[in-house]
Nanobody
Framework: VQLQASGGGLVQAGGSLRLSCAAS????????VGWFRQAPGKEREFVAA????????YYADSVKGRFTISRDNAKNTVYLQMNSLKPEDTAVYYC?????????????????WGQGTLVTVSS
């Protein structure tokens, strides 16, 4: 599975961005797609995840109500709509896919990773 993340950029606090994660290759082997982020000097942390089938979604508490994850099965693409952005959302955002299993919140459970896209939120 190959993943291409895009959509990052510089935005002022309170603004919005939409990230995209396009999957190719053996996508039928994936069960869910997650977004993680990593700020300088910090560990990679879970942001959101969505199951390909059924569309169940999962969010970190820090982004609930502000971020929305969605998927377009026909395009093999997952989106992360980020609203009301805060400076603390600044990080490199990565998308990743995982196989069957209900462990969504730790990067350990994900098998394939995209290259990351930088989101910078200015105050």
């Amino acid at each position: 599975v190959q993943l291409q993340a895009s959509g990052g950029g510089l935005v002022q606090a309170g603004g919005s961005l939409r990230l995209s994660c396009a999957a190719s290759g053996r996508t039928f082997s994936s069960y869910a797609v997650g977004w993680f982020r990593q700020a300088p000097g910090k560990e990679r942390e879970f942001v959101a995840a969505v199951r390909w089938s059924g569309g169940s979604t999962y969010y970190a508490d820090s982004v609930k109500g502000r971020f929305t994850i969605s998927r377009d099965n026909a395009k093999n693409t997952v989106y992360l709509q980020m609203n009301s952005l805060k400076p603390e959302d600044t990080a490199v955002y990565y998308c990743a896919v995982k196989g069957v299993g209900d462990n969504y919140y730790h990067p350990y459970w994900y098998d394939y990773w995209g290259q990351g896209t930088l989101v910078t939120v200015s105050s």
